[in-house]
């Protein structure tokens, strides 16, 4: 391992930016110290730098960060438009657009301060090749955990998603554990038949978590031109109009992950700390915040301080006695 890019201790312990009130919104996941439920959504804050130009803005306030998409290869992304709001919510084709694994480790990883919350990798690829070796790379790098894109297209299949298959779900699960003892979280996907079953299958093949869940696929057409407003024509549907949506994929997943003790990253149109606690008796053990950082950049210390409010009110010390 390249001597510049030293793993931080294991045990390491993050103080949070704000000041927490009786009750404790830490948790232990898949062996990482969150010193918060929220995990900043991959996408929504580049490589961890995207936000701390906001004044008041910490990424202390998070638990985890999860890192832009990255490939083995550069890529430049989808041609434009790559964004575009919608009632409630946004629809997004960017197209993985990263400067390539190899950059991302020597150059970025080590600009990163890893005493102020946990950083995870997310994995992305158009092969089971690719998915392996992205993986083994960031293995040998600080980084503290590993997100699996199974959304991304397999070229060799014709360009069917990965995430749509439980069989090609696993195929990538298990291809990856073998390359990385880092705590691997597969996101899974809302646009396939039955996502209990690929649960079920990505468990089987040795995922450590699951990310529940990604965007929801969706167009928008300019009716002055009469065409797709996205260049890729079609784009990821995020925001709160997919919450409902995400909460019955949470619940459904937990009943496969529960008795496994598989946790589960609850996420999709997360903007309040009611939000969040919707999620959290939903089955998650932490909560994902993405778009709602567009228009709310300090939106996590509301959530954090709603959420200990919560817990106090009902008398509970933790985070773990709410799903006791």
């Known amino acids: ?6 793993s931080p201790p294991a045990d390491r312990r993050v103080t949070p930016a704000w000041t927490p009130p ?10 990482m110290h969150f010193a918060s439920p929220i995990v900043l959504l991959s996408g929504c804050v580049g490589f961890g730098e995207e936000y701390t130009r ?84 960031f293995d040998d790098s600080p980084i503290d955990a590993m997100e699996i894109n199974i959304s991304c297209p397999n070229v060799k299949e014709g360009g069917v998603q990965f995430g749509n298959s439980p069989e090609m779900s696993a195929r990538v699960v298990a291809a990856c554990r073998k390359v990385t003892r880092k705590p691997l979280i597969t996101k899974l996907s809302p646009n396939q038949t039955d996502i209990q079953q690929n649960a079920k299958a990505c468990i089987e093949a040795g995922t450590d978590a699951f990310a529940v869940i990604n965007t929801l696929m969706g167009m928008a057409i300019d009716t002055r031109t009469g065409k797709p407003v996205i260049g890729n024509r079609q784009g990821g ?9 995400a909460l019955l994929k949470v619940a459904q997943v937990s009943e496969v992950a529960k008795p496994h003790r598989v946790p589960i990253i609850g996420q999709g149109g997360i903007v309040s700390a009611n939000d969040a606690i919707e999620f959290l008796l939903a089955g998650a053990a932490a909560v994902g915040v993405g778009t709602a950082l567009f228009y709310d950049p300090l939106v996590c210390p509301k959530i954090n301080r709603g959420i200990a409010g919560y817990l106090a009110a009902q008398g509970l010390a933790n985070l773990a006695a709410l799903s006791a």
Request: charged content about 15%.
């Open 1 to 6: 391992m390249n001597a510049a890019i030293e």
């Open 237 to 245: 549907l995020s925001g709160p109009a997919i919450k409902p949506i």
């Open 22 to 31: 009786a009750a404790s919104l830490a948790l232990e996941f898949c062996g």
């Open 54 to 137: 906001v004044a008041g803005f910490s990424n202390r306030d998070a638990g985890a960060i999860c890192l832009k998409g990255t490939t083995l290869a550069p890529r430049l992304g989808n041609q434009p438009h790559r964004v575009y709001e919608t009632p409630m919510g946004m629809l997004n084709a960017i197209g993985l657009q990263n400067p390539g694994v190899d950059h991302v480790v020597r150059n970025i990883l080590p600009e990163l301060d890893f005493t102020e919350t946990r950083f995870i990798a997310n994995v992305s690829g158009s092969t089971v090749e690719e998915y392996v070796e992205v993986t083994a790379r």
